[in-house]
């Protein structure tokens, strides 16, 4: 495995767990699909809602860009408005239950986000036959994994600050509308050649509430996981995504990841060493966490930052120590890290028009693929006047399963 696809899905466990201990609701009718898509009352009519999806023959691929846990991303041309699109194929789980829980959670919260820093899904299109779902994004001409392992010289600190600025807004947006993403990691990073930075890949991401219920504790990759969650607390906050963006920022600024743990224990410890052990008398609690049953951490007194850091101003250690506070409840929070000196002071963070453009690698990379099964020339014109709006596809695809 190299860097690249380490950094895409390190030891990434249980990327969704139906059957653990989050509360579900069954999803079996239309109507509740709609609801659950849409979160209008049910007693919409469906048309008036989600409308009509067009038929993915109107696209044509140009070449694969991505392959995800949940499905493969072409670069592809709208040929009706001739936009450029990022397609994603939702890959069907035929043994189950047809369309993956994580794929309805991802078109049901990116339907309803809209931010410049959100990555926006225009449309879901359907295929010739009702397993095929892609979902039709605006293209992002790279991800800061790929971007981070094929650069020439790494990223400047006032390119590192531009960047976090742009994630720490998405997340704002994300946490003000009571959703967390859990699974922020540099290759979920999309960068526009305008350098505008997207937060991408909702699989995972979950609306949250008063009062916080279970949610699996295996969630966000690996090297990216908020101790509470290596340590089993049974709730989590939008504070596992801002412990994720310390990650990225800590590995922007040291041009290599922070944190490879290579398993659960190694991430403690690798945690650990560069933080110190924590206790009660930082994070109450702590010590009641159902994994130190079994576990105890290894005792290492001193916080190394700037030992990692040594050339980080004073202001940049303290935003990387208040992303890093053992404590959920304590950590700060996106709009707490806007408010940070270190992106009011020198050096100031780049205007992300003027991030330099970078060679569009992977157009080339993933050329040899072959085209969505679905997007060969399926006769879309005698198709035009029967589309299925999106509730209907998805009503008759969810069999059984039981979702959020
Ligand atoms: N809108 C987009 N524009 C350009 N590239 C994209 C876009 N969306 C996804 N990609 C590319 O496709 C890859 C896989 O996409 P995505 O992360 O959404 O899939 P996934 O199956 O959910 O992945 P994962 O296994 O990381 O959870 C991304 O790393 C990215 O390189």
């Known amino acids: 495995m190299n860097a690249e696809s380490l950094r895409k899905s390190p030891n990434k466990t249980n990327k969704e767990t139906e059957n653990g201990a989050e509360p579900s609701a069954p ?58 699109v990022a397609l994603k194929k939702v890959r ?20 309803k986000c809209r931010h410049e820093n959100i990555v926006h899904l225009k449309e879901v299109v359907v295929g010739r036959s009702l397993e095929s779902i892609f979902l039709a994004m605006e293209y992002c001409e790279q991800d800061l994994a790929s971007l981070l392992d094929n650069m020439q ?27 967390v993403h859990r699974d922020l990691k540099v290759s979920n ?18 609306w949250f509430g008063v009062p916080l219920r279970p949610m699996t504790p295996h969630v966000v990759t690996l090297w990216y996981r908020a101790p509470e969650l290596l340590l089993q607390a049974p709730t989590q906050t939008t504070s596992v995504d801002m412990w994720a963006a310390g990650c990225i920022l800590g590995e922007l600024l040291g041009h290599k990841p922070l944190l490879p743990g290579r398993s659960e224990i190694q991430q403690l410890e690798l945690i650990v060493d560069l933080l110190g052990t924590p206790s009660d008398a930082i994070w109450p609690g702590f010590s009641e966490l159902p994994a130190l049953e079994n576990y105890s951490l290894k005792q290492q007194p001193y916080n190394n930052l700037k030992q990692r850091f040594p050339w980080l101003s004073a202001a940049g250690l303290r935003l990387l120590n208040f992303l890093f506070m053992y404590d959920p409840r304590k950590r700060a929070t996106a709009e707490e890290c806007l408010q940070s000196s270190y992106f009011k002071e020198p050096p100031l963070p780049c205007d992300p028009k003027l991030m330099p453009t970078f060679p569009q690698h992977r157009n080339i990379k993933g050329s040899k693929t072959s085209a969505p099964s679905d997007s060969t020339n399926t006769g879309a014109g005698d198709q035009t006047n029967n589309l299925p709006a999106i509730s209907d596809l998805l009503g008759s695809l969810v069999k059984k399963r039981r979702i959020e």
Do not use: W
């Open 27 to 84: 999803i079996s009718k239309k109507g509740i699909l709609t609801s659950f898509l849409t979160g209008k009352s049910m007693d919409i009519p469906d048309s008036d809602i989600l409308g009509r999806c067009r038929f993915v023959s109107e696209f044509e691929k140009l070449n694969r860009i991505g392959e995800g846990t949940y499905g493969i991303v072409y670069r592809a041309k709208d040929t009706i408005s001739d936009k450029i």
């Open 189 to 206: 990073l999309l960068m526009t050649d305008k350098g505008c930075v997207k937060i991408a890949d909702f699989g995972l991401a979950r």
């Open 92 to 111: 069907m789980d035929l043994e189950r239950d047809g369309i993956p829980v994580s794929s309805l959670r991802e078109i049901q919260v990116l339907l």
């Open 153 to 179: 010289a790494p990223f400047t600190e006032s390119q590192v600050k531009c960047i976090m600025l742009q994630v720490l807004r998405g997340l704002r947006y994300l946490h003000h509308n009571f959703v």
